[in-house]
């Protein structure tokens, strides 16, 4: 009885096991990258018409990270390429993230903390390469991208270079309804500690690096890490700047502690970004800069992207996401301002990326012209690119 007992044991775990690598990751994706149940918002045919119009951008999406196709319809989450195209986004950096400490939080992480990105990729049954190895996730969510552009040329396209862009602009000029994808990476922990690795993550076409995330790394000090706010970059993470400067790769200064992006400001006059946040006047929380720390940002040429989040906007409504919008026109100028959803990376939004629309809805409501809503919508984002990225 002892033996058939155990055997029923050893079984339940074994079903229990496929259970958990057959639901668990696609249960962890719904609960993590939910949209607020509701009605469709109202949008009229004016802005509807508008809508259309524009060249939308987004500064940062994680989709990458859970394991969808993206070629294909979701029900979960916040972006795939029907969505993006019904949402007319013609352009959409796709975040890799790497590490995520147990127990998140925006006041202190330690990078020692268990990793829930390891569960997430054994979960999801990705190559065993990239199971305890940063550069290989950061290579294998790349991977995925290249093949949805292979599987589906005509709706997405990789973005490397200015010409790259360029071609993508005439693509959606002459009606087609392609994306131009660009690759990041949420984190310089994606390099290790190995400096070569910068050149690997180049060559698999990643443009933008986030040089921290939720915790302290050998780049620099992170706006949510132990060393505190004044941990500014390290030795490292001078020299992998001054190698990013030169292959014109974007400084993202998301997650960056304020010390982290000042010194990074004196370091250079390139443009970089903040790719996903708010603003500290409009929304008091300090995953958002200090006001101060942004108009410097602006003022080298950067750009500041607004996420649609609560914790950063303090009201993810249409209406609250424009309120934060114009909180930062009136901090930095209307000529550094993107968005920066923020879309599935583990945050309740109230809309997903097909429904961008209304957005340029709530826009129109308070006020602002076409010239404006253009710029803020897309426009900056794509002067910004024409400008960083390299020719060829």
Known sequence: MIRIIL??????????????????????????????????????????????????????????????????????????????????????VFTTVTKSPSGLNYENNAAEARDDITLLYIGQLRPFRAWLDLTERALEQARQLAIAEENAPEALKIIRTGADLAEVLRRRAAGEQVVGGILGAEGGHALGDEQANLGKL???????????????????????????????????????VEEMIGRHMIIDLAHASPQTAR??????????????????????????????????????????????????????TPAGIAGA??????????????????????????????????????????????EVIAKVMGGNMVRFLQAALPTE
């Open 7 to 92: 055997k029923l044991i050893g079984f339940l775990l074994v079903v229990g096991m496929f259970g958990f690598l057959a639901l668990g990751p696609e249960i962890a994706d719904r609960m993590q990258n939910p949209v607020t149940k509701h009605d469709p918002w109202p949008v009229t045919q004016a802005a509807q018409e508008m809508h259309e119009r524009l060249i939308i951008g987004d500064m940062h999406a994680d989709t990458l990270l859970w394991d969808r196709d993206l070629t294909k319809r979701q029900t979960r989450g916040h972006v795939d390429l029907p969505r993006l195209a019904e949402g007319n986004v013609a352009l959409q």
């Open 202 to 240: 180049y060559d698999a076409g990643f443009r933008l690096i986030g040089l921290t995330h939720f915790f302290d790394n050998e780049i620099g000090g992170s706006l949510h890490g132990e060393a505190g706010t004044a941990a500014g970059l390290t030795r490292f993470g001078r020299s992998v």
């Open 263 to 316: 010194d990074v400001l004196d370091m250079t006059d390139m443009p970089v970004v903040v790719s996903h946040t708010g603003i500290r006047s409009h929304c008091d929380t300090v995953r958002n800069f200090p006001d101060d720390l942004m108009r410097a940002i602006a003022a080298e040429g950067g750009l500041i992207g607004i996420g649609f989040w609560a914790d950063v906007t303090c009201d993810d």
């Open 325 to 370: 919008i114009i909180a930062a026109i009136g901090v930095v100028g209307e000529d550094h301002v993107a968005l920066g959803s923020d879309f599935d990376g583990a945050v309740r939004t109230t809309f997903d990326a097909s429904e961008l629309s209304a957005l340029t809805q709530a826009l129109i409501d308070r006020g602002l012209p076409e």
